[in-house]
């Protein structure tokens, strides 16, 4: 199962002409302004008429989130928005 990214990484281009993330210490993003990194990317892209390497589940999605493979490598996934899990209230009785 797929994990949150805990670092920083910055925006590159590979070989293919495409736009990844990478780890970097000194990066300007991470999994907290991950919108504004995806945002980022789709800007780059476009001036630099280079594809944006995002990931896409098939029952689709528009929430970017930095997320980290297998070998812990961030990645940037396009889900659908969660929801809050609802929190049931526990009431406690004392009975001795």
């Not at 493979?69 to 049931?88: C, F, M, Q, V």
């Amino acid at each position: 199962m797929a994990k949150i990214y805990q670092g920083k990484v910055s925006v590159f281009s590979n070989s293919n002409k495409q736009l990844v993330v990478k780890a970097d210490d000194a990066g300007k993003f991470d999994s907290n302004n991950t919108a504004e990194l995806y945002t980022t990317m789709c800007e780059l892209g476009k001036k630099h008429k280079m594809e944006v390497r995002v990931y896409k589940p098939e029952q689709g999605g528009d929430t970017p989130v930095l997320m980290a493979d297998r070998w812990g490598k961030p990645y940037i996934a396009l889900l659908p928005e969660r929801k809050a899990p609802s929190i049931a209230k526990v009431t406690v009785t004392k009975l001795a």
